[in-house]
């Protein structure tokens, strides 16, 4: 299946660890959106949101990480242990997806992408909303291996990925000593954890390439 990417984008990465948990191999496809690549005709008929990351299986495309990682856990997972059948066990893992999406990732976008994309100078109340996200992964974790349930699932990787991330650009861990506990924990269980060390990489060199406008 084909996979339109970026290696930095923690939203991609997520969708690498998650094939690489159910054992899917990818045909990588690099976009480019410095260049508007995800503009063309092309990908705008896959995709017409032209967002990435965007899965392209046997004619079916899907973007949106999140529900990429759904898709490949229930079409390709050879348990349900990833995205778990039983309706509250799931319901817990997407709440944490969304949480995810809607509040970590957020507060990380809004804080930091201003001033990398803009060199714009740092927001104090921005840096607040990432605080206060940590705070609340901070206690979900309260006495948990794992951030839904007591094994490793969609919504680790997806938080993982963020929260590599954050880590990344010098959010520091020692106020969530519980985040601090699970993140060391599922680098080490989370199939593709070197390959989303390769993407922080990249990450880095990018917001080094930007810093430098």
Known sequence: MDFYYSPGSAPCRSVLMTAAAVGVKLNKKLLNTSEQEQLKPEFLKLNP?????TLVDNGFSIWESRAIIAYLAEKYGKDDSLYPK????????NQRLYFDMGVL????ADYYYPQFRYNKPADPEMYKKVESAFALL???LEGQQ???GSKLTIADISILA???TVVTVGFPLENYPN?????EHVQ???????????GLEKLKERIAAMSKK
């Open 49 to 53: 949101q032209h967002t990435i990351p």
């Open 86 to 93: 039983d309706p509250q066990q799931r319901a817990l893992v």
């Open 105 to 108: 990732y957020q507060a990380f």
């Open 138 to 140: 901070n206690t979900f």
């Open 146 to 148: 794992y951030v839904a």
């Open 162 to 164: 963020s929260v590599s």
């Open 179 to 183: 985040v601090a506990k699970w993140y």
């Open 188 to 198: 080490k269980v989370t199939p593709g954890w070197d390959e989303n060390l390769i």
